[in-house]
């Protein structure tokens, strides 16, 4: 099963990048002002800035997972993204997603604070970049 571990981290990422990647692409259609509109229900100041960096960090994060660029810090983006959902969206809803709660998000926290700790691994561009 050694020879297996190499690509640990790649389905890791595809999974966890695909999923925050859909979730930017969802909010990028839905509109700049729509999502403002939720940050602003959460009581950011400054909807609009917060709006862009969610949907950044959501979807240009989540590329860069799929494709393990720069993953460390794309993973870090998004574990702030999760915990900023965890605790202001999800948590007082229980934890069962099927009403609203932090099971989904705890996941998303766990991948990405794993990619965040590990890196991309053998099968990505920080390893062909950095030949490392």
Excluded: C
């Excluded at 007082?92 to 709660?101: L, R």
Aim: net charge positive.
């Amino acid at each position: 099963m050694d020879s297996w571990r190499d690509y640990a981290p790649l389905v890791l990422r595809l999974a966890v990048g695909v999923i925050f990647a859909m979730h930017g692409w969802q909010k990028l259609q839905g509109g700049i002002a729509g999502t403002a509109g939720f940050v602003s229900s959460l009581g950011f100041p400054a909807p609009e800035f917060f709006a862009v960096l969610l949907i950044a960090a959501e979807l240009l994060g989540g590329i860069m997972l799929i494709v393990g660029f720069l993953t460390r810090w794309a993973a870090k983006s998004l574990v702030v993204v999760s915990l900023v959902a965890l605790f202001m969206v999800h948590l007082p809803n229980g934890f069962f997603m099927s009403t609203g709660g932090y099971e989904f998000i705890l996941l998303l926290l766990a991948g990405s604070a794993s990619l965040a700790l590990s890196g991309a691994g053998k099968w990505s561009l920080d390893r062909i970049v950095w030949k490392g």
